[in-house]
């Protein structure tokens, strides 16, 4: 299916930091004094579903009033130039790589802008709220939830992804703390497989030493500066 792709970048939530999109883990963990793990597991969504849907709910109003940045936009930049030959797979749940321009990106934690039934087992874009418990637009039963993957389920698009990472060139880490896992293990995979590694983060990331080349800094500067390396337009920054 992505027989073409030679550049995987895999963004997490730093990438959308320089947007204004809260990370999960601001504020010390904590939402309204709740640990982010009691809000994205499905045992929390079983013992207080109407809490976590006003996390969600809060997030997904949020998007109207974010926008993409510079990272985002050099990354459709790329993708302008190269074609299927880049695939973005990304943790976040918002749609900034969408509205900055990306057409081929993966997201393989779900979307804040989708609702997964969970009688009928189908999903549907939604931007309005969940926490008033609107019916499937399909079977009418009121089960719709966030279409996010929680901590303890399986990420989206696996298969996809380790096909991708298996025949790299490139494999550019961009805005993640490699601390969760499986996006913290792509690095050691696509090494494997042959790929040249790069991780672009403001800090050392918990995997930083297992890239073959890692700069730091914000990603409004950093990756904008890598795509013009990329396509030959100036040196080395
Ligand atoms: N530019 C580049 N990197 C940045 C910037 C920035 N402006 N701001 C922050 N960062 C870096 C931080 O230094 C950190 O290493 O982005 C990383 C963000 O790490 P996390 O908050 O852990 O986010 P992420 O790695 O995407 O989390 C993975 O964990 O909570 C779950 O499912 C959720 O998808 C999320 C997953």
Redesign the pocket.
């Known amino acids: 299916m992505d027989r073409l792709v030679r550049i995987v970048v895999l963004?997490?939530?730093?990438?959308s930091?320089?947007s204004g999109v809260p990370?999960?883990?601001?504020a010390e963990g904590l939402w309204h004094g709740h640990r982010?793990e009691d809000v994205?597991t499905p045992e929390a969504y079983d013992r207080q579903p109407g809490l976590v849907h006003r996390f969600y709910d809060e997030r997904r109003a949020a998007l109207s009033s974010v926008e993409p940045n510079d990272?985002h936009r050099a990354l459709a930049r790329l993708e302008d130039a190269v074609g299927d030959e880049l695939l973005v797979v990304t943790?976040?749940?918002d749609d900034l790589h969408e509205r900055g321009g990306s057409r081929r990106v993966l997201h393989m934690?779900g979307r804040l802008r989708s609702a997964l039934c969970r009688g009928c087992r189908r999903r549907f874009e939604w931007t309005g709220t969940l926490g008033d418990r609107p019916p499937c637009p399909r079977c009418g039963r009121r089960e719709l939830r966030p279409d996010?993957?929680w901590?303890g389920e399986l990420p989206y698009e696996m298969d996809r992804i380790h096909d991708a990472l298996a025949r790299v060139e490139l494999f550019v880490s961009?805005?993640?703390?490699?601390?969760?896992h499986p996006?913290a293990g792509f690095v050691l995979y696509a090494a494997a497989h042959g790929a040249r590694t790069v991780e672009?983060?403001?800090?050392p990331?918990a995997g930083s030493h297992l890239f073959d080349e890692a700069r730091h800094?914000?990603?409004?500067r950093?990756v904008p500066a890598w795509v013009d390396e990329l396509l030959g337009r100036v040196g080395p920054s």
Do not use: K, M, W, Y
């Not at 990370?23 to 601001?26: A, C, G, K, V």
């Not at 672009?200 to 800090?203: C, I, S």
């Open positions: 963004t997490g939530a730093g990438i930091a320089e990370t999960f883990r601001d982010v994205a990272a943790q976040n749940i934690h996010v993957v901590f961009v805005g993640t703390s490699g601390a969760v996006a672009l983060n403001l800090v990331s800094g914000p990603a409004s950093l």
